[in-house]
Nanobody, 127 residues
Framework: QLRLVESGGGLVQLGGSLRLSCAAS????????IGWFRQAPGKEREAVSC????????FYTDSMKGRVTTSRDNAKRTVYLEMNSLKPEDTAVYYC????????????????????WGQGTQVTVSS
């Protein structure tokens, strides 16, 4: 079982940047792709990115494409989400989640496929 803990959220001004971290404890981290999701008040959860475990291949949805970069350090059991040019509409709780990647280096944007979730970290962008 994988336990995930996000950190790095906070209050930032329009146009600012933040780097979120997702630290994993227990379990075999290299077996899992890690996705980032977000949920704004009154809105549905949406996927932001996914990164595969072994080759670090990344996928981004249109929600923040071009403004985010995800990376991972397997030795530190940590995945990062670097966010730039932040807008007030990026205000949300950001979650990382893990999905079994398997031999085909699977990644996903479907939240229901992710077995383990962190508690979330709040990101607030002021105008």
């Amino acid at each position: 079982q994988l336990r995930l803990v996000e950190s790095g959220g906070g209050l930032v001004q329009l146009g600012g940047s933040l780097r979120l971290s997702c630290a994993a404890s227990s379990g075999t981290f290299e077996n899992y792709a890690i996705g980032w999701f977000r949920q704004a008040p009154g809105k549905e959860r949406e996927a932001v990115s996914c990164i595969t475990p072994r080759d670090g291949k990344t996928f981004y949805t249109d929600s923040m494409k071009g403004r985010v970069t995800t990376s991972r350090d397997n030795a530190k059991r940590t995945v990062y989400l670097e966010m730039n040019s932040l807008k007030p509409e990026d205000t949300a709780v950001y979650y990382c989640a893990a999905v079994v990647s398997g031999p085909y280096n699977y990644c996903s944007s479907r939240g229901e496929e992710f077995a383990y979730w962190g508690q979330g970290t709040q990101v607030t962008v002021s105008s």
